[in-house]
């Protein structure tokens, strides 16, 4: 079965420094990966979807790329703010409207 | 913008009760989901709902798990006789197709 991994379960950068977080994945490529942001005890909020065919995607601070090569997408956070701080989850997708498939997350904490 | 919203915020509820968890999906999408995710663990696909049709289900969705769109609006999920392991967060999700957008969720404590 599909095995996912997020880079570390927790990351702790200065602020103003640009976070980067990993995820990685075995077995078949997916269509499309997600990225979300989770705050404790609420539920994912949707940031960023990259297809199979997309190298990279940006909006606005963030930047996501995506190599089917190596298995891995990177998620990025420029100028990283405190308010950042949050878990970061990947989700993976295998065709329109199937069900996606999270890792187990980053915890991010920008200190001031 | 338009958002999902799920009740209650939290349910407290004995084992073997049943149990009904609502949600309105975002109003112009077509699919929808729910996932769950127990406490320090990963978020899980339960079912997936189009066409007022199951569409995809997990091994965690056996029957004591069902799922209805009993109007234009709401979209269910119904516990039929709870146990304590159903004690996790309850997300709902609806799409058009590919962006997955979820609800604030539904904290179930099985007692």
């Known amino acids: 079965s599909q095995k996912i991994e997020q880079n570390s379960e927790a990351l702790n950068i200065q602020e103003g420094k640009t976070a980067t977080l990993t995820c990685n994945y075995t077995?078949?490529?997916?269509?499309?990966l997600q990225w979300y942001r989770q705050d404790p005890g609420r539920g994912p909020v949707f940031l960023l979807l990259?297809?199979?065919?997309?190298k990279e995607k940006r909006k606005e601070r963030l930047k996501v790329t995506f190599d089917t090569t190596l298995k891995q997408s990177l998620f990025h956070i420029t100028a990283s703010q405190p308010a950042d701080s949050a878990t970061y989850l990947c989700?993976?997708?295998?065709?329109?409207?199937?069900?996606?498939?999270f890792g187990s997350g980053t915890r991010l904490s920008i200190r001031p | 913008e338009p958002e999902v919203t799920q009740t209650p915020s939290h349910q407290v509820t004995q084992m073997g009760q049943e149990v009904i968890l609502r949600c309105v999906p975002i109003?112009?999408?077509?699919?929808f989901y729910w996932y769950r995710q127990i406490l320090g663990q990963k978020v899980e696909f339960l079912v997936s709902f189009y066409n007022n049709e199951i569409s995809e289900k997990s091994e965690i969705f056996d029957d004591q798990f069902s799922v209805e769109r009993p109007d234009g609006s709401n979209f269910t999920l119904k516990i039929r006789s709870t146990k304590l392991e159903d004690s996790a967060m309850y997300f709902c999700a609806s799409s058009d197709p590919k962006e997955q957008y979820f609800g604030p969720g539904t904290r179930l404590t099985v007692t």
């Open positions: 990259i297809r199979e065919n997309e």
């Open positions: 077995n078949y490529s997916p269509a499309y």
């Open positions: 109003s112009n999408h077509l699919y």
């Open positions: 989700a993976l997708g295998y065709s329109s409207a199937s069900k996606i498939i």
